[in-house]
C-alpha cells in the first residue's frame, strides 16, 4: 500500500497562497486516482480535488478556479497550489490515492495520515 505524507500547511492571510505537497513511498505512475480531501473543525470530512494519470482534475465547487492539483509521476509527488485563500478553506488537508477512474467518498477509507493544517486568518 502506497504511503502518503502531506506537508505545506500553515497559517495564511485572507487572499494569500500556499503550496501542500504529497509524497508517495513509491511510484504513483500507477495510481490512476489522486487527490485531496480536507476536514474542517467542526465538520465532517470532504472531497476537495482528484487528478489522474491523465491528468484530468475535478475540483468542488468552493475551490474552483482558487486551487490547482497537479502531480508529478517522476518524483512520486502530487501539489495542490492554494490561492485566493479564504477563511472557510481553514482545515486539515489529507491527500489518497485510489485505483478507480476518481477519488471515492471520503468514508470508503478506514484510515488517514495526519494531514496537513491549514488556517486562513487575519
Known amino acids: 500500500q502506497v504511503q502518503l505524507v502531506e506537508s505545506g500547511g500553515g497559517l495564511v492571510q485572507p487572499g494569500g497562497s500556499l503550496r501542500l505537497s504529497c509524497a508517495a513511498s513509491?511510484?504513483?505512475?500507477?495510481?490512476?486516482?489522486m487527490g485531496w480531501y480536507r476536514q474542517a473543525p467542526g465538520k465532517q470530512r470532504e472531497w476537495v480535488t482528484t487528478?489522474?494519470?491523465?491528468?484530468?482534475?475535478n475540483y468542488v465547487g468552493s475551490v474552483r478556479g482558487r486551487f490547482t492539483v497537479s502531480r508529478d509521476n517522476a518524483e512520486n509527488t502530487m501539489y495542490l497550489q492554494m490561492n485566493n485563500l479564504k477563511p472557510e478553506d481553514t482545515a486539515v488537508y489529507y491527500c489518497?490515492?485510489?485505483?478507480?477512474?476518481?477519488?471515492?467518498?471520503?468514508?470508503?477509507?478506514?484510515?488517514w495520515g495526519q494531514g496537513t493544517q491549514v488556517t486562513v486568518s487575519s
Open positions: 487528478i489522474t494519470q491523465s491528468g484530468s482534475t
Open positions: 513509491e511510484t504513483i505512475f500507477s495510481m490512476n486516482a
Open positions: 489518497k490515492a485510489y485505483n478507480g477512474p476518481t477519488m471515492p467518498h471520503p468514508s470508503w477509507f478506514d484510515s
